[in-house]
């Protein structure tokens, strides 16, 4: 499938992975709708732009439908929404607040399936083209094999995803839609930059080349060699830097 002239919808688009996906997408000449919880002030929603709620089914569905409908149609949902949660199963104050784990799991998981769901229902609608109906591409992280401390939440939910991707791009295949999920290391956004200069040392002291974090354009590289790439389907890719993350 070509970039230029898809119609790609983005969820998380307003900040980091996503934003720079939608960004590198729109600059190739495809048609792409953003989807996040909301955008920054003064940037105007409309025909580009849905909010949503990704942990609401119907939210999801109907911003899926309404691009299909707008554009005629949806090739590529590329799902970049989610959440960075870090808190250990028990420390000084207590035992984890299992509302605090429930949160991470309905945005990350439960959120992902709500995506995927509906990026089925719309791209299933699809003619039968000379490449497929589709391609769903998911987010997981390295966190998925190796969390760390404070990561049970965190790295369960991922791990969903990577556990997802097979089944996905299997009950897709009869239509002709792809699932790929990119499990990136630490990149360059809001979820790194937020933490301690210290913390962020150590992110890239797991990395094993280059010794530093990723950008957010490298990532929307990935993607966009994802969906131009017919022959990757059921497939989690590491995009880290050869990271291997140890306890912590
Ligand atoms: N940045 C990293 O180092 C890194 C590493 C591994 C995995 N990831 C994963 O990549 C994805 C994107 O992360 P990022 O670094 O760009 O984060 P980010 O915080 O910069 O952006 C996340 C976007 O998702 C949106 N979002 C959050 N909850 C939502 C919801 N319920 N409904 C709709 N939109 C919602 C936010 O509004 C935001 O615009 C996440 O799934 C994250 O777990 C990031």
């Known amino acids: 499938m070509q970039v230029e002239g898809a119609v790609v919808v983005v969820t998380g688009s307003a900040a980091g992975?996503?934003?720079?996906?939608a960004r590198r997408l729109k600059a190739c000449g495809a048609q792409v709708v953003e989807v996040d919880l909301h955008f920054p002030q003064g940037e105007a929603t409309g025909r580009e732009r849905a909010t949503a709620d990704v942990t609401d089914a119907d939210q999801v569905e109907?911003?899926?439908?309404k691009a299909a409908h707008t554009?005629?149609?949806v090739d590529a949902v590329?799902?970049?929404a989610g959440v960075a949660a870090g808190f250990r199963l028990i420390d000084e104050r207590g035992p984890a607040d299992p509302?605090?784990?429930q949160r991470v799991v309905d945005v990350n998981l439960v959120g992902t399936f709500n995506v995927a769901r509906a990026a089925a229902l719309v791209m299933s609608q699809n003619p039968a083209g000379e490449f497929g109906r589709g391609v769903v591409v998911l987010t997981a992280s390295v966190?998925?094999?190796e969390g760390q401390r404070g990561q049970t939440a965190y790295a369960a939910t991922k791990a969903g995803v990577v556990g997802m991707t097979l089944p996905i791009a299997r009950d897709l295949a009869d239509y002709g839609i792809r699932c790929v999920t990119i499990a990136p290391g630490a990149f360059e956004t809001a979820l790194t930059t937020d933490l301690t200069p210290w913390l962020q040392d150590k992110l890239v002291s797991y990395t094993t080349f280059p010794r530093r974090l990723g950008k957010p354009e490298e990532?929307?590289?990935?993607v966009h060699a994802v969906i131009e790439n017919d022959m990757l389907n059921a497939e989690v890719i590491r995009l880290?830097?050869?990271t291997r993350l140890p306890s912590l």
Do not use: I
């Open 17 to 21: 992975l996503g934003r720079a996906t």
């Open 71 to 73: 554009f005629g149609r």
């Open 78 to 80: 590329v799902h970049c």
């Open 219 to 222: 990532f929307a590289g990935l």
């Open 62 to 65: 109907t911003a899926l439908r």
């Open 99 to 101: 509302a605090a784990f």
């Open 143 to 145: 966190a998925a094999f």
């Open 240 to 242: 880290d830097a050869g």
